[in-house]
């Protein structure tokens, strides 16, 4: 008899691990993995994946790289609308999932598979994400979800990989981290709490710089492309040196609080140096290169898409609106911007832009104008306060 082909999405963590033994030993299917990878797996860790996948038994697994599709199609829209969910959070996996879920949504139709399967659970996001791209690109799989259908603990899936002889380091395995070119999310047992922080350990990436450093990024069209005078063509290539730069400062790390898709708060720690310095430099450079009214409805629109990519709505058609929108504005966002990095901190220091309004051609704030009179000044404050002294005026006696 024939079995059942399944595709799971597997990124060799706890979870994924526990899907491939339940699937192939319980359930009799045949499992292929595919890895997406967005970012934040190095080729090394890509190939110690794909040995333990096929040492848990699966039929086939592949890599799929979809980094450079990321970050065109949605980190650069991020980055141009300074993204940063409830001014914390630059979306490191509400993000990524969703590309990693239209990955294998193509793949599952590349291979003919039967069933599409995800290791998440039923309390987040991301059971939501994969459901909703899934459902959309490939309606007619079945989608199978054993974490969220058995209602299983991490400590329960540990136990049963462990009966099934898997060996793992599991006191590593009581966090869930999630790598990608946009931050790394750290979750386990003091995210589940409103008090406690990650400790130390808990981040990949631990302390390691003291030194105080500055770095020059520049930006062309609101794009990342040179660091330090060094021109990237590629700017997923800027963004993996300038973490490399800064992550060793322990820059970036947070803990956000957020609500969910399904209506409950979460709670998630995570390190995301590159991103969080790139999105306030640009922000930075934004504020001398764009006016009022631009910046006021970027940050309008800004929050309403980084809202929707937070809740997997990547394939409504008005994201391509938006995006239009976003990338309209970065006509003069070029220059330079210099950051100094300090251990678990960094400051914006400054821009130099050619577009740059402040231009002392047309006055310097609170010392000296030459574009207009104190007599212009004067019967420009008359008018502007016109109607609120009219207002008081009726309404004096109240």
Same mark, same amino acid.
């Given at each position: 008899m024939e079995k059942k082909k399944a595709v799971l999405a597997y990124s060799g963590g706890l979870d994924t691990s526990f899907c491939v033994k339940y699937l192939t &030993? &319980? !359930?009799?299917? &045949?499992?292929?993995? *595919?890895l997406v990878q967005t970012g934040g797996f190095t080729q090394e860790e890509l190939q110690d994946v794909e040995e333990k996948a096929y040492q848990m038994g699966v039929t086939s697994h592949t890599v799929l790289d979809v980094t450079d599709k990321y970050y065109q199609d949605c980190v650069k829209y991020l980055v141009f609308g300074n993204v940063l969910r409830y001014n914390t959070y630059p979306l490191s996996v509400s993000a990524e999932r969703v590309f990693q879920a239209m990955a294998i949504a193509?793949?599952?139709q590349e291979v003919g598979a039967d069933y599409v399967v995800h290791g998440s659970t039923g309390a987040g996001n991301d059971q939501i994400? $994969?459901?909703?791209? $899934?459902?959309?690109?490939?309606?007619?799989?079945?989608?199978?979800?054993?974490?969220?259908?058995? !209602?299983?603990?991490?400590e329960e899936e540990i136990d049963f990989l462990k009966k099934h002889g898997v060996d793992k380091d599991w006191e590593k395995a009581k966090y869930s981290i999630n790598q990608g070119i946009w931050g790394t999310s750290v979750g386990g047992a003091e995210t589940l709490t409103s008090h406690q922080s990650l400790p130390e350990h808990a981040y990949p990436t631990q302390l390691s710089k003291e030194n105080s450093e500055q770095v020059e990024l520049f930006f062309e069209q609101g794009e990342l492309k040179g660091i330090n005078g060094k021109h990237y063509d590629n700017p997923v290539d800027a963004i993996q040196e300038?973490?490399?730069?800064? *992550?060793?400062?322990?820059?970036?790390?947070?803990?956000?609080?957020?609500?969910?898709?399904?209506?409950? !708060?979460?709670?998630?720690? $995570?390190?995301a140096a590159a991103p969080v310095i790139i999105i306030k430099a640009h922000h930075t450079l934004e504020k001398h290169t764009l006016t009022k009214w631009q910046l006021y409805w970027k940050e309008q629109l800004g929050n309403w898409y980084g809202m929707l990519v937070h809740e997997g709505q990547m394939l409504d058609p008005v994201m391509r609106n938006v995006e239009t929108f976003l990338a309209d504005t970065q006509e003069h966002v070029t220059g330079k911007v210099f950051v100094a990095l300090h251990p678990y901190r960094?400051?914006?220091?400054?821009?130099?832009? &050619?577009?740059?309004?402040?231009?002392? !051609? $047309?006055? *310097?704030?609170g010392e000296m104008n030459n574009a207009?009179?104190?007599e212009d000044a004067r019967g420009f404050a008359k008018m502007l306060a016109n109607q609120t002294m009219i207002y008081h005026k009726v309404h004096e006696d109240k």
């Open positions: &030993e &319980e !359930k009799g299917y &045949e499992v292929h993995t *595919a193509q793949y599952v994400r $994969f459901d909703m791209i $899934f459902q959309i690109m490939i309606p007619n799989v079945e989608i199978i979800t054993p974490i969220r259908d058995l !209602k299983l603990s991490r300038l973490n490399d730069i800064a *992550a060793p400062y322990g820059i970036g790390r947070d803990t956000h609080v957020g609500d969910t898709i399904i209506g409950i !708060k979460g709670r998630v720690g $995570f390190e960094y400051e914006v220091l400054g821009i130099e832009s &050619e577009n740059d309004l402040m231009s002392s !051609k $047309f006055g *310097a704030y207009w009179t104190g």
